[in-house]
């Protein structure tokens, strides 16, 4: 365990703590079960870490993982157990959010914030966490939670408590910098084989306009987009122009992850039309970015936004604006990926997203079925109660490297 996480670790709240160097110290508290009229009563709140490594090296602008520490939220209320992930890295290079941060916030405010008390909505649970500055992230954990019990109780699928309409949804790959070309090729050639509709590349200095040229001089009629991560200024703006030779979907996040004004100046002299991802953090920067025309695409990440009740009021937005959107993906577990994908089935959705197989990334993922992407490039969409996945608890548990329990 990191000396930043054994400084986090410290006892407040009602919180109990468990990590590996820690087994046999500390004792998990345990709850009662509470009445939930009029509204749910959450009894609980408990976080995991757990580390899964990648089937294979994920490199973009920020650089290179080969694992991910999984964050994952389960919250009980009347026997029920809602499973969510936070979706932050562990150090601040998408943004500022990070799992140490986010076992801070979680255990010492938004935690004991949302604990014993009646919850009847998301509204009612967003309304709880208003009052905590930013930390989507951490925040969407809990959301996303949530909505998974609310499904549960309500006896139906969680895409159907969003409101979802789509039975499958149609899903692109996303593909890191590759050491050269000709595998980055090969990587290209084995996805359009397995069906996934959109190809992502992923670009920064020196690794542009040479790698989609040749994406493209190859596959003259795919669906290919790139996603620069913030890798660009303003001043790159020629050599960006560039990549109109190549009839791309769209370009994400070229300049700076807080960025609308640049955003909206390159926008004016480029064909290809710019999708936003790190700038869209509210429904709010939404809008602006519309007004502004900075982009002509967005990027839904639930975990971005801060949950659930922005990711739908920035849907709504863009459905009413006309503004095509799509899931994006942080290499999230199976749980994570569930949401993504009930999410992904409201009708606004209408570009691929970034829901890959669970085999695109892990050799072993924690739910049950793994998710699977058809010949035809999509994604069912599961109808049973709450994610519509069987969560491995047994595997999250042999998996676990800290846990914290949050009681009221």
Known sequence: MSILLQHLLHDGHRCAIFCRAMQGSSKIIDYQTTTLAPGIKLERVEIRLIRLPLIEPFETSFGKIDSRLIFLVCIEADGLRGW?????????????????????????FLGPA???????????????????????????????????????????????????ELKRVAVGVSLGIQPSISRLLERVERYLRLGYQRIKLKIRPGWDLDVVDEVRRKYPNI?????????????????LQRLDDFKLLMIEQPLQHDDLMDHARL?????????????????????????????????I??????????????HDLCVGREIPVWCG???????????NIALASLKGFTLPGDISASSRYFERDIISPEVVVGADGTVAVPDGKGLGFEVDVDLIEQLTDTRIDITG
């Open 267 to 299: 926008q004016e002299i480029m064909k290809t039309r710019i999708c936003l991802d790190e700038s869209i953090v509210s429904l709010r920067q939404a809008k602006l970015a519309l007004e502004l025309d900075s982009c002509r695409i967005i990027n």
């Open 223 to 239: 669906l290919l987009s790139v996603d620069a991560n913030s890798a660009y200024t303003i001043n790159d703006r020629e050599h």
């Open 329 to 339: 993906g942080m290499l999230e577990s199976g749980i994570g990926r569930a949401h």
């Open 84 to 108: 969510g992930e936070v979706v932050a890295a562990e150090e601040p290079l998408y943004s500022y959010e990070t799992v140490g941060t986010a076992l801070h916030v979680i255990r010492d």
């Open 114 to 164: 949302v604990l014993n008390r009646p919850l009847a909505s998301l509204d009612d649970l967003a309304k709880c966490l208003a009052p905590f500055r930013g930390h989507n992230m951490a925040k969407a954990g809990l959301e996303l939670a949530f909505m998974d019990l609310l499904a549960q109780l309500n006896e139906q699928s969680l895409s159907a408590l969003l409101g979802g």
């Open 301 to 314: 990440k639930v975990g971005r936004v801060g949950g659930y009740s922005e990711a739908l009021a920035i």
